[in-house]
């Protein structure tokens, strides 16, 4: 995805770790699904789009459309009001302290723009002038009445953090900055002149090259580094990402303030003030084009339709994809105008008698595929069950179908985002007269379906054609009467009353398979759909030549609005030169798929539920069962008190006199000898009867523990691992601290969440903090191996966020409304915390208690 941006701009700290601006990332459709036009092409100076509306998850919040739809600046009930006093007004001291930081380096940017400018004007007078003294005022235009309106806030902001107390107020400095974004518009309306001047100046002059190429920017007081070089053109972008920066301070702060604190309305005005300039920024970059009608026509019999992801121009393009009897018809929605019909656009075609599927070794190596980080596609996941929940909430409180709507549209915009960015599997097909294209599908099943379409289509005599103009507008015109699938395949788009599907987990254990005419390597993976499409959840070990494969072996699988359960049975294939150039990996025949829909009633029983699935004249029987949502946020200490399952930590380290528990670092050292580089380690769930094996030698401190440890399947040792963290009392993370774990890991900017997320390592009891730090660099080692183990930081901190921070019961009562909160917020929230820690650099015990964060006080 490309910013809109300048000419060689470097990727800017606002697409990176702000926002992801829907208009480009969804290819040129809007809201509804329709197309829009794009903005300027690569190369033109354009404004970048700023968003107005900060949010929980700010580096995923899609753009808000129009200044109207921007956030209240009434933060969510529950926020303000609820706020206690004491802790309310120590999160702002984090939230201050982090911005005050972050404020300091940005006066030292603006001072290294300023640096150059006062010996480049003394130049323009001479006979030999760098610049001339137009040139100089317009790339530096406004930079010292900006450096000066932040230099004065920032030395009357500073006494007030240091010396922090309750009465505090600092609600004017904040209200009379946003009352001089005046300067900032200026700034905003000279930046592409600017850009453009100082261009054109360096391509000229060598001197000013050499200049503007390596500016010295300050090091914070207390850093190591003295000086860092940054360009001109980056720093000349700093003061549009201020005026989002300080947008998500201020909403921050609003939400960590009392209502009846003086600070309140001013904090209040503040973020209206910025809100506004922010949106009268954005209200003309957002040109749109109209359709033309084209006339409906001929009707060859369409066999399949579907949104499919394209890599096109390295970038990911939504388009719907037509498979006619004997053609296939690449094609995107276009915008209609008003009282118009909507058309596609036809963007390729290849008659089926020209189409071929490229062998692995054939295929020429495809552009590069940037995977989506997987902790943004969660940050998406996350802000759509938040927005659902809103939804759900306005709709029981009868709220105004503008607000409604508006959620809604949000909700769109990241599903749509979460729809583009997440599919990764390969799907290549050939003009063998032409090009090739590439899908990106979400799904080995998905691609199966699609290839087998194609070719049975091809064993009828089909000829090769040429469509003329006439021909192909007709076609493309037919597509959107004929077309099966009419909305994008998003949650947003269904209607009310259907099924929200399945939230928990769902256990499955795949017994075995038959129908098998010759014995081969064979193995099965299930896929659930979620969040729209299809995604692989488990894989079971290859049984080695056989018809009759008994695998037995159990899953746990989360289910997210899950409606469907997909099992395909593949022969593994073993020849190193089947390697699909696209990712890698050598391709496995697909033997048979089979699809059951999860009923509700029938999965939600206690017990299990035993079925076969027929594919192709294969069956496999498989069980399972499903344990809801609420059911599985609890927390289930052993009765026990004696062991080490179910007794506080501090109990056992003292027991042992040890810094972390025996059990943890048995089986930390044991994965790291012979598990790191098992497929799924810690997500695929062990042998249960293991596991409680395992269990009773560490609660009975058994002499042959570590003979045992050595002949026990490794996945059973990672799930006593996790069995033992999710049988303390209360969470390693403690149950005093979560409340403030959540406000943290919310926090929109980055210096107050950094502050405010050390603070809190700093507030736990050293047991827990040594074992957490113990487990964490443990994770990170396994990480690593993540080309071989498929174990990103983030599937880790899926699966121990809330096995490390889930309250214990008494606790969570206090926080959980209904089901749907539960999963939105807590769950996801504790795997974002995980997160935070496991991609931090190192901490150590030691610097972490020697070393106070900027301004920190205790919470």
């Known amino acids: 995805m490309e910013p809109l941006s300048h000419r060689g701009l470097p990727r800017l700290s606002w697409i990176d770790t702000l926002y992801s601006n829907f208009s480009y990332a969804a290819d040129d459709y809007d809201t509804e699904g329709h197309e829009e036009q794009k903005g300027p092409p690569e190369g033109s100076e354009t404004m970048p789009y700023i968003d107005e509306s900060p949010t929980m998850s700010p580096q995923l919040s899609a753009r808000s459309q129009g200044g109207g739809d921007s956030i209240s600046p009434t933060p969510p009930e529950g926020l303000a009001h609820g706020v206690e006093a004491g802790k309310g007004l120590e999160m702002r001291k984090l939230v201050l302290s982090g911005f005050l930081a972050s404020e300091e380096i940005y006066i030292n940017q603006l001072e290294a723009l300023l640096l150059p400018m006062k010996p480049l004007k003394a130049t323009a007078t001479t006979s030999q002038p760098v610049l001339t003294i137009q040139q100089i005022e317009t790339i530096f235009y406004k930079i010292q009445d900006i450096y000066e ?76 580094d003295s000086h860092t070089s940054v360009t001109m053109e980056a ?104 009282g118009k019909h909507q058309q596609y656009d036809c963007k390729w075609y290849i008659p089926l008698a020209d189409l071929v599927f490229p062998s692995p070794e054939e295929s020429e190596a495809s552009p590069q595929v940037h995977p ?41 915009e990241n599903e749509f985002l979460l729809l583009l960015n997440s599919p990764t599997i390969p799907f290549r097909i050939h003009n063998r007269n032409g090009k090739s294209y590439l899908f990106l599908l979400s799904s080995d099943y998905e691609r199966s379906e699609w290839r087998e379409a194609i070719q049975k289509l091809q064993k009828k005599d089909l000829q090769a054609f040429v469509l003329s103009s006439v021909e192909l507008q007709v076609l493309t015109g037919s597509c959107f009467k004929l077309r099966t699938v009419h909305n994008i395949p998003v949650t947003s788009n269904k209607d009310d009353d259907e099924s929200p599907g399945l939230y928990g987990f769902l256990h499955v254990i795949v017994h075995s398979a038959k129908g098998f005419k010759q014995s081969a390597n064979l193995y099965c993976t299930l896929e659930v759909d979620s969040f729209g499409y299809f995604v692989s959840k488990a894989k079971t070990r290859v049984f080695r030549d056989t018809t009759e494969p008994k695998w037995d072996e159990e899953f746990e699988i989360e289910l997210e609005g899950s409606q469907s359960l997909r099992i395909l049975c593949y022969e593994k294939c073993y020849d190193k030169t089947k390697v699909n150039k696209d990712n890698n990996e ?67 380290t003292k027991r042992e006199r040890s810094k972390v528990p025996y059990i943890v670092r048995q089986c930390v050292e044991e994965v790291e000898k012979r598990g790191i580089e098992e497929v799924g380690i810690y997500r695929i769930s062990g042998v249960a009867t293991d596991i409680q094996a395992l269990k009773a030698v560490f609660d009975a401190n ?151 964060l900027y301004f920190s006080t205790d919470v």
């Open 149 to 224: 309106i932040h230099k004065e806030f920032y030395d009357n902001l500073c006494p007030k953090v240091q010396q922090w107390d309750s009465q505090v107020t600092m609600g004017h400095l904040f209200q009379k900055l946003a009352s001089q974004l005046g300067v900032y518009k200026a700034f905003v309306d000279n930046y592409k002149v600017a850009l453009e001047t100082a261009e054109k100046c360096s391509q000229s002059n060598n001197q000013f090259q050499k200049i503007s190429e390596e500016l010295k920017v300050k090091g914070p007081k207390d850093s190591k």
């Open 586 to 652: 050598i391709v496995d025949k697909i033997m048979g798929k089979g699809q059951i829909q999860l009923d509700p009633q029938t999965v939600e029983t206690k017990n299990w539920h035993t079925d076969v699935i027929e594919m192709n004249g294969i069956k496999v029987e498989f069980s399972m069962k499903f344990t809801s949502r609420d059911m599985s946020l609890k927390r289930t200490p052993s009765k026990k008190q004696t062991g080490v399952f179910g007794v506080k930590i501090s109990v056992v």
């Open 702 to 852: 058994n002499k042959d523990i570590l003979l045992m440890l050595s002949d026990m399947d490794i996945n059973a040792i990672a799930g006593t691992l996790k069995l033992y963290f999710r049988e303390l009392p209360e969470p390693l993370l403690t149950d005093r601290l979560y409340p403030a774990f959540m406000e943290g890991i919310a926090l929109s900017d980055p210096a107050a969440k950094e502050n405010c997320m050390m603070h809190l390592l700093r507030s736990l009891p050293d047991p827990n903090l040594i074992t957490f730090l113990f487990l964490l660099e443990h994770l990170k080692r396994v990480a690593e191996k993540e080309p071989i183990n498929k174990m990103s930081l983030h599937n880790l901190a899926t699966v121990f966020g809330p096995t490390l921070l889930r309250p214990s019961e008494v606790e969570s009562k206090a926080h959980l409304t209904s089901a749907a909160d539960i999963w939105s917020h807590d769950v996801m929230a504790q795997v974002q915390v995980l997160l935070y820690y496991l991609q931090h650099p190192p901490i150590s015990f030691a610097e972490l208690k020697r070393n106070t």
């Open 372 to 412: 989506f980080p997987d902790h943004e596609l969660e940050d998406m996941k996350m802000k759509i069950s938040a927005l659902k929940s809103e939804i759900q909430k306005e709709k029981a409180n009868k709220g105004q179908s503008r607000a409604i709507e508006r959620l809604k549209k949000k909700m769109f």
């Open 235 to 338: 720093l000349l972008y700093k003061p549009i990402d201020r005026v989002t920066r300080s947008t998500l301070v201020l909403h921050d702060l609003l939400k960590h303030t009392p209502v009846d604190h003086p600070d309140y309305p001013l904090l209040q005005d503040a973020l209206r003030i910025s809100q506004n300039f922010l949106s009268s920024i954005n209200e003309d970059i957002d040109p749109r084009r109209t359709a033309v009608t084209t006339p409906k026509g001929e009707t060859r019999q369409l066999v399949k339709d579907g949104f499919l992801v394209e890599m096109s121009e390295s970038s990911r393009k939504l388009r719907h994809v037509f498979l006619f009897t004997d053609v296939l018809l690449c094609a995107k929605l276009k915008k209609a105008s008003a």
